[in-house]
């Protein structure tokens, strides 16, 4: 057999991520390769430094790209600041709360978690009484976006009450950076990571990181070295650096820096708030929408993310047969329920490049395509009216 070069489909992006690229960003991929220690790369890291910044709000001198996916981040935030027998308080709403107290425990910390509803908000109440009940916690950990469910949770509230508690914060935005409102340094967060491929809509595989000078101090007051050689955060400087000479300390992924540097540009064109103000439009049309079918929204509206929507599944819907049509009739992706919810929502999201009008209007009408098919019960047209008519 003949293995022939691989051309994927082309599909519209609207599950948890990766979200749809931007054109211009798989243009920046295709630049020539050079050398990543290149005076020309180097002047383009420090560039894609301040364009990390300005995503995150924040003036944070350790900030960078890890060369890895979301994951690495988490795992880049858990491995430099927690220390053997240090105790983390983590809150777990969702899936990604739940890999980060997996995190603590491998990093030899003990997890306290304070466990909140599926679909709900992190409750700050109850991450009080946490913290006031384990006076020697050291560190704050939650998810800001949980994906697995869409729901969102007061970051600032929560980095409040870890500074009352002398706690620092390890906060997951992998995707909120960009598709909701966050301030790094205006909400005191020590550190803080993202993913390339959510609402920044650049290919997978990075994920920015930042850290304050608080958990700088930390991470240079260890006992003990941090356990990963790849994620630590003394070596990665080396190379990241601002000042001096950069040391060789692995090949960073050359191209994908471009993707990013690219994303980023097209985030500062559009400017912050205007993207996260863009999000939170097509999330209303979408969910305009979705309600004249007569489908209703996991998540209470002032908990709701407007890049990922967790819907309902009806009664008697195959969720596996809707998915399947929309993937082969509309090369339309969206994502199915995890962990508890799997079988019971689906994951709309609306990140980055595709939180767009054509994308709306396109997803509503291939659902109504497909539940009509399941005999599900509404009126024909009046999901795309009543998207029409939030954009008008
Ligand atoms: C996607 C996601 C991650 C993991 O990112 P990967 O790039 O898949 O490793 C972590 N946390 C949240 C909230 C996510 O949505």
Redo the contacts with the bound molecule.
Sequence with gaps: MTITPFHPPKRTLMG??PSDVHPRITEALARPTIGHLDPEFIRMMDELKSLIQYAFKTSNQLTLPISA???AG?EACFANLVEEGDKVIVCINGV?GGRMKENVIRMGGTAITVDSDWGRAVDPKAVEETLNAHPDAKVLAF?H???STGARSDAKTLCQLARKHNCLTIV?T??SLAGSELEVDGWGVDAVYS?S??CLSCV?GLSPVSFSEAAVEKIQARKTPVRSWFLDMNLVMGYWGGDGKRAYHHTAPVNQLYALHEALCLLQEEGLDNSWQRHQRHHQALVAGLAAMGLEMLVPEEERLAQLNAVVIPEGVDDLAVRQQLLAEYNLEIGAGLGAFAGKVWRIGLMGYAANQTNVLHCLSALESALLRQGHRFTPGEAVKAAISVYQ
Excluded: I, R, Y
Aim: charged content about 15%; aromatic content about 6%.
């Design positions: 948890p991520g996916p979301g994951s988490m990604f998810v976006a949980e994906t997951d992998v995707t993913g491929q959510k997978p």
